[in-house]
């Protein structure tokens, strides 16, 4: 009797970047609800109960379903008060609000205003997919973002390790330079200082064996 009521109240909500169908779904259990909670006892008739209850289950779909990320519920409804005051404040100044105008206008603190800043982002996050220029095939968001370079990770070991490699034994020393910075196999090695391939390993593990212990007693 009463679904078309729940399709009607979806249809105010579409276009709002989620389904349709999932819209109507939420207004359907509203419908649900109503149903199981109504008391005719009360006097108020059934349409003036489900209506309300039917949109607020619609709000609150979109509220807990639809963010691309989760965001504690404090935030989500800051959020909801972010977008109008940002919208009267652009109307009346021409502009959008700074940090600190955000801040006075929701009544909380600047670090507050960037995390409903942050989190009003976050509702409908930009694809790292997204185009940048308006060629075909061109450079997308992603492309734009650097990535970790895990080579600074070893600047500190590598300064630290310079002067231990001096402290080594002339031989030793040219032989981890020849195999780790001159690419050399053990035997090429092995030929070039006219010894056993076998005695060009053992130097290299005993070599490296004492740079360890002496990085980690820096530590």
Do not use: C
């Not at 603190?109 to 409908?124: F, H, K, L, M, P």
């Not at 056993?196 to 005993?206: A, N, P, Y």
């Amino acid at each position: 009797m009463h679904t078309s009521l729940a399709r009607h109240i979806a249809g105010r909500y579409a276009r709002r970047g989620e389904a349709l169908e999932d819209i109507e779904q939420a207004a359907m259990l509203g419908l649900v609800k109503a149903i199981n909670r109504y008391d005719p006892e009360v006097g108020q008739r059934f349409l003036s109960y489900a209506a309300p209850t039917m949109t607020g289950e619609v709000k609150r779909h979109f509220r807990d379903r639809t963010w691309s990320m989760r965001m504690p519920r404090p935030l989500q409804e800051l959020r909801l008060l972010l977008r109008n005051a940002r919208q009267d404040f652009l109307r009346e100044h021409g502009r959008p609000p700074t940090v600190p105008e955000v801040a006075e206008l929701l009544g909380v603190t600047e670090d507050e205003a960037v995390e409903v800043i942050g989190a009003s982002d976050a509702y409908r996050p930009v694809s790292l997919d997204s185009p940048v220029t308006d060629e075909d095939g061109g450079a997308t968001l992603g492309d734009l973002i650097g990535d970790d370079d895990h080579e600074l990770e070893l600047i500190v070991d590598r300064n630290a390790l310079r002067p231990m490699l001096e402290q080594l034994p002339e031989r030793e020393r040219a032989i981890l330079i020849h195999r780790f910075f001159g690419n050399k196999t053990q035997t090429e090695i092995a030929e070039l200082l006219g010894i056993s391939q076998m005695h060009v390993s053992r130097l290299i593990t005993r070599s490296l064996a004492a740079l360890k212990r002496r990085l980690l007693e820096e530590e």
